[in-house]
């Protein structure tokens, strides 16, 4: 693996600290006019999702971290890892409870999911921004309430539960922004 | 009066801190030539020619130095005065910065009581284990050093200039000895400082003034150190500036001079976050 000085730091590079794999997030060059410089560096450790910072010298270097991001299918859950398939080379990875995480949440057979890898072992799992799930289970809908703005608990094909206005009914599909787990729209089938 | 002075040298500045970019030399031959660091050099042959007080607004290019407040190419405004004193200089300084930034206060500080007063700590006094516990107490440390000057300009870029107050004009000066780079030495109350001054504002650093080194001899005894340092690091020895020697033993008339980064003036008087924002085109889309 390459290594890299505190000049080619740039936000994303993936090193090795401390033998953690970690994502640059921020990288501030420091320098008196006189004296010295220094790198102020933020990192997430891919492993803990912790953000560490360490200040460098300039000019120290780390070696480059075997990390990677692919798009990737998901297969299936066999009850203790979740499957998942590179669409082009067919290669399959299977990622523990850790590596999934939230995005447990909006796994659906099929729908592409951003994985990355670390020496080729799931580190995690990015689910897209959007996804489109089916309610398997919810209260009837009421019609004529639209514009009161009430909610409800609504029981997804995932098992997530995720908050919809009170006219969805069960077996509709709806869209969901999973960064912040909240109901979109409906989405006409 | 204001002067031009050329942006290629035959030899760059020797301190370790400042690495300049090196070019070909135009006209062939084995020896490269520099892109000046700063127009001091070529300024103070002028001075030691007879040229009176005189400025210039140029650039000047530093190696490596690239991030939120330094582009590698910037601009300089360098002056020299051979009718003020060192607290005249610092005077006509902080003016400059108020027609840019307005008519802030001004808070001066020595460079002792800047650290008292933001680290709690005598920075001529403490041991270089105190400054080191100092510095790993507050961040994260990837190296260590027996550099005691490594360790005040770290806590320098990163707890006293943050530390400042965002609304004062802030002047520190009679920096330690050891980075007095080409300021006079004199002693005060017992401790050798250097007659140098730095400008902050908002916690970014924007001049740095001198009572300008006289003596050839101590010029050629820092030039040694620098290159003992350089050797050390396992730098390079950049050769010695043997026209800035000749005019020094000429004779340099007693005179006060200041660097100061146009660009970060512009940046403060533009609420400028990044010097991106005040260069049309920064390193990387050259």
């Given at each position: 693996m390459a290594s890299y000085s505190t000049n080619e730091f740039r936000s994303g590079l993936k090193v090795m600290l401390d033998g953690e794999p970690c994502s640059i997030l921020d990288n501030e060059f420091v320098k008196p006019g006189k004296g010295q410089a220094f790198n102020r560096v933020k990192l997430r450790n891919l492993n803990s999702g912790r953000v560490w910072e360490r200040t460098f010298k300039s000019g120290e270097s780390l070696e480059g971290a075997d990390v990677m991001d692919q798009e990737m299918e998901y297969l299936y859950n066999d009850g203790e890892f979740y499957h998942f398939m590179d669409p082009n080379s067919f290669e399959q990875v299977q990622a523990d409870a850790k590596a999934v995480g939230d995005a447990k949440n909006w796994l659906k057979e099929q729908d592409l999911f951003t994985v990355t890898l670390y020496n080729g072992a799931p580190l995690s799992v990015t689910p897209p921004n959007f996804v489109e799930l089916e309610i398997v289970e919810t209260d009837p809908g009421l019609k004529g309430?639209?514009?009161?703005g009430g909610t409800k608990p609504a029981h997804l094909s995932t098992g997530a539960v995720v908050k919809v206005p009170l006219f969805i009914s069960q077996g509709e599909v709806i869209r969901i922004d999973t960064r912040s787990g909240e109901y979109v729209s409906r989405v006409k089938s | 009066m204001e002067v031009e002075t050329p942006l290629l040298a035959s030899a760059p500045v020797t301190d370790p801190n400042i690495d300049a970019i090196t070019t070909a030399h135009p006209a062939g031959g084995e020896h490269p030539m520099y892109l000046q660091t700063s127009p001091e050099f070529a300024m103070k042959r002028l001075l030691a020619a007879g040229s009176g007080s005189i400025y210039q607004i140029c650039k000047a290019f530093r190696c490596g130095e690239r991030g939120r407040r330094h582009n590698p190419e910037f601009t300089m405004l360098e002056w020299y005065r051979t009718d003020r004193d060192f607290g005249g200089l610092i005077d006509e300084v902080v003016a400059v910065v108020q027609l840019a930034v307005g008519s802030q206060p001004i808070l001066r500080l020595t460079y002792a009581e800047a650290f008292a007063r933001y680290c709690d700590l005598d920075p001529f006094g403490a041991s270089l284990s105190e400054l080191r516990d100092y510095a790993a107490r507050n961040m994260e440390l990837s190296f260590d050093s027996d550099d005691r000057d490594l360790w005040l300009q770290l806590l320098m870029s990163t707890q006293v200039e943050p530390a400042m107050p965002e609304d004062h004009i802030v002047v520190v000066s009679d920096f330690p000895a050891s980075q007095a780079a080409l300021a006079k030495v004199t002693c005060v109350d017992g401790r050798e400082v250097a007659r140098r001054f730095e400008v902050f504002y908002r916690g970014m650093e924007l001049a740095n003034g001198y009572d300008e080194l006289r003596d050839a001899g101590e010029l050629l005894r820092r030039i040694r150190r620098d290159h003992e340092v350089r050797q050390g690091a396992g730098q390079s020895l950049p050769p010695i500036d043997r026209l800035l020697l000749k005019a020094m033993q000429a004779g340099l008339p007693q005179c006060v001079g200041v660097a100061m980064g146009l660009d970060r003036l512009v940046m403060l008087s533009n609420d400028a976050h990044r010097i991106d924002e005040v260069i049309a085109f920064p390193l990387e889309r050259c």
């Open positions: 309430d639209t514009a009161q | -």
